[in-house]
């Protein structure tokens, strides 16, 4: 604080009293720091950790929505594995989070590529392809259900114009069941992953690429040899952004199938939110959850590993 | 030549992709002003129809029950997302913002264990939330709620806001220290005024997520009168099942004030997420 007194005339701040002063301004807002982190801290602690180590005590538990809980030691864990109903619904979340996440990634990619060679109107095209990205996603769902609707809906109607059948019941049978939900699911997530993919692909040096184009190389080989070595490690990133948001998908999926026909759309979060809120069985329904977490955590940590070791290159 | 057909063929994808992504929202405003007769003869008709803008009209006053309508819906969503967005903003703006002056390393540190919370999975938290709502009677209560959505959002709020303080003009804080302007006068008055951008950016994100997710709010908001407009969409198409104009005028009015913000500050949100791809 006497440091700061001095400082008040103009003559003394030589550059080694900057650098001093700039210790000051760290220790004028240290305080700060700590009184303001209070407030994050105690909220993420009442909001995130805390339930998160309530769920997996009670994934040892028994508990039907009221009264006392019941331990049960690892039956729930036993029961989900037993009943091989776990097993279905991990594989239906798998194939709808690799296939809609490697999709967006790779739509976005090529899309990033071609808007950024100097597109006329490229500022249009990233304001208009994030619009499904804000929309409501249970309105989204709603859109594309009656889209996929034999004969009268849109898409149908426009597999009639080329020849195709035109009375599939998409959203009725298990066998197609997913092809509509994880076409939404692009349709939805493409913007944001494009967004951030162009802001890299920009931020390559232009005479690069000038330079490639000189010697001849054609757009893919710009793309598979300067782009995308490039920009590998965002790559990896928001290929592990978007296989953690579609692994928690429930927005979309719940609202255009209700995990249906039967249980053949039920991704792990609609298979927790059924057991617990439609069967009352918190207990199996928190065991599925932890699982789930656990899911989430390797992909997060494969995921930032991949990253880092790209950016190593 | 080769280069000229490279040329054509990206215009054509991009021009397919606009098509698909404007289309939907096309139709569901074309659908949402013709009656259920004009839908069923000719849906795709552009000009074969007389508007029936009353649609709008029925959707904002129609719903499951007379004291859950759609207008009633909107209101719960606005109490939800106004309270999400104080409780984020009031916490991680500040903190953020103090926690840029920390060594880096601590700066890093700190910033670590906050996003670490975006890996837990919303359903890991459902059913916590529900039993602690409630055992406190807090279900149906949408301020509660909307705390909760804001504090989901802290991490993301936190770590955009931290990034743009690190690179804040250290020269401008030191004159406003030298001129007697406390830490926290420094900070309302100087900086905030000038942190517009990245604010509006997290605001908008934090707001779409809190109008439009329902994972939460299904479960914390069972009664219908206190459902927010996310939750009251599922059971749109059995609420119009005979009256398909209303329904898609519902869909419209569902989405407009989430689009309507984004179309207005799309600037700051485009380039606050193309950054997230520059600077690693």
């Known amino acids: 604080m006497t440091n700061l007194g001095k400082q008040k005339n103009p003559k003394e701040l030589s550059p080694s009293k900057f650098r001093k002063n700039k210790v000051g301004?760290?220790?004028?807002?240290?305080?700060?720091?700590?009184?303001?982190?209070?407030?994050?801290?105690?909220?993420?602690?009442i909001f995130l950790a805390l339930p998160a180590m309530y769920s997996i005590w009670l994934s040892f538990n028994k508990w039907p929505g009221i009264g006392t809980t019941k331990f049960v030691g690892t039956q729930n864990y036993e029961t989900l594995f037993e009943e091989?109903?776990?097993?279905?619904?991990?594989r239906i979340t798998l194939l709808y989070t690799f296939t809609t996440s490697f999709l967006i990634v790779g739509i976005a990619l090529l899309l990033a590529f071609a808007v950024s060679s100097n597109m006329k109107g490229s500022r249009f095209f990233r304001v208009v392809w994030f619009f499904p990205g804000v929309a409501p996603p249970a309105a989204v769902a709603i859109f594309w259900s009656l889209g996929f609707q034999p004969d009268i809906g849109v898409v149908n109607?426009?597999?009639?114009?080329?020849?195709?059948?035109?009375?599939?019941?998409?959203l009725a049978e298990?066998?197609?069941?997913?092809?509509?939900?994880?076409?939404?699911?692009?349709?939805?997530?493409?913007?944001?992953?494009?967004?951030?993919?162009?802001?890299?692909?920009?931020?390559?040096?232009?005479?690069?690429?000038?330079a490639s184009m000189i010697d001849g190389a054609s757009r893919r080989q710009q793309l598979t040899q300067i782009v995308i070595p490039l920009i590998g490690p965002v790559l990896f990133t928001i290929l592990t952004l978007q296989l953690i948001w579609n692994f928690n998908g429930f927005n979309l999926v719940f609202a255009m199938t209700d995990g249906g026909p039967g249980r053949s759309s039920e991704i792990l979060p609609i298979f927790t939110y059924i057991e617990a809120f439609r069967f009352g069985r918190f207990g199996t329904a928190s065991a599925a959850a932890v699982i789930g977490a656990i899911f989430l955590l390797i992909l997060g940590w494969l995921g930032i590993r991949m990253s880092r070791s790209r950016q190593l290159d | 030549m080769i280069t000229r057909i490279g040329r054509i063929s990206?215009?054509?994808?991009?021009?397919?992709?606009t098509a698909l992504i404007l289309l939907p929202f096309f139709f569901v405003s074309l659908f949402g002003l013709k009656s259920n007769t004009a839908i069923f003869a000719n849906p795709l008709g552009?000009?074969?129809?007389?508007?029936?803008?009353?649609?709008?009209?029925?959707a904002w006053n129609a719903g499951p029950s007379s004291d859950a309508t759609i207008g009633v819906f909107f209101t719960n969503s606005a109490i939800?997302?106004?309270?999400?967005?104080?409780?984020?903003?009031?916490v991680a703006v500040p903190a953020a913002y103090f926690t840029s002056f920390l060594t880096r390393q601590w700066n890093q540190r700190i910033l670590l264990a906050v996003i670490a919370g975006t890996v837990v999975p919303i359903i890991l938290l459902v059913i916590p939330y529900f039993r602690a709502f409630n055992e406190l009677g807090l279900l149906n209560n949408t301020?509660?709620?909307?705390?909760?959505?804001?504090?989901?959002?802290?991490?993301?709020?936190?770590?955009?806001?931290?990034?743009?303080?690190?690179?804040?003009?250290r020269e401008i804080l030191e004159a406003a220290l030298l001129d007697g302007l406390g830490p926290l006068g420094t900070f309302l008055k100087l900086v905030l005024p000038l942190s517009k951008g990245p604010i509006v950016a997290v605001s908008i994100l934090n707001l779409v997520f809190a109008w439009t997710d329902y994972q939460i709010s299904i479960v914390l908001l069972n009664r219908r009168d206190s459902q927010p407009i996310s939750v009251g969409l599922l059971s749109f198409i059995g609420d119009f099942s005979a009256d398909y104009g209303p329904m898609f005028a519902g869909l419209a009015l569902a989405s407009l004030p989430v689009l309507l913000l984004y179309i207005i500050f799309s600037r700051y949100i485009t380039k606050g997420i193309a950054l997230g791809g520059m600077s690693k």
């Open chain 1, 84 to 90: 091989g109903r776990l097993a279905e619904s991990i």
């Open chain 2, 80 to 90: 939800i997302a106004i309270t999400a967005l104080l409780t984020s903003l009031g």
């Open chain 2, 143 to 169: 301020v509660a709620t909307g705390i909760i959505y804001g504090s989901l959002n802290i991490p993301t709020a936190f770590l955009l806001m931290n990034r743009f303080f690190i690179d804040f003009p």
């Open chain 1, 25 to 45: 301004l760290g220790a004028v807002n240290r305080r700060w720091a700590i009184i303001s982190l209070v407030p994050v801290a105690g909220l993420l602690f």
């Open chain 2, 46 to 58: 552009i000009f074969d129809f007389v508007p029936q803008w009353q649609n709008y009209v029925t």
């Open chain 1, 157 to 170: 109607s426009v597999m009639g114009l080329f020849g195709l059948p035109s009375d599939t019941q998409w």
């Open chain 1, 174 to 210: 298990s066998a197609t069941v997913m092809g509509p939900v994880i076409f939404a699911g692009i349709w939805i997530g493409v913007g944001f992953a494009f967004l951030v993919l162009l802001g890299a692909v920009e931020g390559i040096d232009v005479s690069l690429r000038e």
């Open chain 2, 10 to 17: 990206a215009y054509v994808a991009v021009i397919a992709w």
